[in-house]
């Protein structure tokens, strides 16, 4: 079964500050979810990787699948950055259920 | 498109009470699931139905049912609600093809707090 940590657990940055938050697992993997939850509580989705790179805007996924490790990016950061960033895998290796297992989650607050 | 939409937001229960979260998907998913999320711990799934007319558990299960209504619809019950169960309860739903991967759409939370 799969586990998976994030670090830093809370992360305070000056407004501009490049950011990074690193997320940890176990067990290989399809693909590795990382998710943003707002101060008011929604979970949206910002990406889903399984190999390399992908950017969205100031947002930056990489994966590297050998050391079993993932970072987000966040250049130029922005008060509205300031949310909790949360890592997430598959339960299993190769599972059909789909089932994903949560990091605790990064508490970012950007300040102006 | 609603998405994944979730009633009620706010909720305040005496122990022993019951109740039922509400949860339905729009978006023709065949996977639903119901997590709770407590301070200081990541989500953690209770139940989810793979497809319908299927239930299993998840890792914290005791003190909770499960109905897959229909493809869009799937609700979490507290028989006899306990303080224990007070926490924020997300639903979410995705499409789960073999081993290939999908995003997961949540909905916006409930707030329970039983008394």
């Known amino acids: 079964k799969n586990e998976v940590e994030q670090s830093p657990q809370n992360l305070t940055a000056q407004e501009g500050e490049f950011i990074t938050i690193n997320c940890s697992y176990s067990?290989?993997?399809?693909?590795l979810h990382w998710l943003q939850q707002h101060p008011g509580g929604g979970i949206v989705s910002l990406f889903m990787l399984s190999s390399g790179k992908k950017k969205h805007g100031r947002l930056i996924a990489t994966i590297n699948i050998q050391e079993k490790h993932s970072s987000l990016h966040i250049t130029a950061s922005h008060p509205r950055d300031s949310a909790v960033y949360i890592c997430?895998?598959?339960?299993?290796?190769?599972?059909?259920?789909?089932?994903?297992?949560f990091g605790k989650g990064t508490k970012l607050s950007v300040k102006p | 498109n609603a998405g994944v939409t979730q009633t009620p937001k706010f909720q305040v229960l005496k122990t022993g009470q019951s109740m039922t979260l509400q949860c339905a998907q729009d978006?023709?998913?065949?996977?639903m699931y119901w997590y709770r999320q407590d301070p200081g711990m990541g989500l953690r799934l209770i139940y989810y139905?793979?497809?319908?007319?299927?239930?299993d558990k998840g890792e914290v299960p005791n003190g909770y049912n499960v109905s897959r209504l229909n493809k869009r619809e799937f609700s979490l019950r507290l028989e006899s609600a306990a303080p224990s169960q007070t926490s924020v309860y997300f639903c979410?739903?995705?499409?789960?093809?073999?081993?290939?991967?999908?995003?997961?759409?949540f909905g916006p939370g409930t707030r329970l707090t039983v008394l």
């Open positions: 997430a895998v598959p339960e299993y290796y190769g599972g059909s259920q789909g089932n994903l297992i």
């Open positions: 139905s793979a497809s319908e007319g299927t239930t």
């Open positions: 067990v290989g993997i399809s693909a």
């Open positions: 979410a739903s995705r499409v789960v093809q073999g081993r290939i991967d999908n995003e997961q759409f």
């Open positions: 978006m023709n998913h065949n996977s």
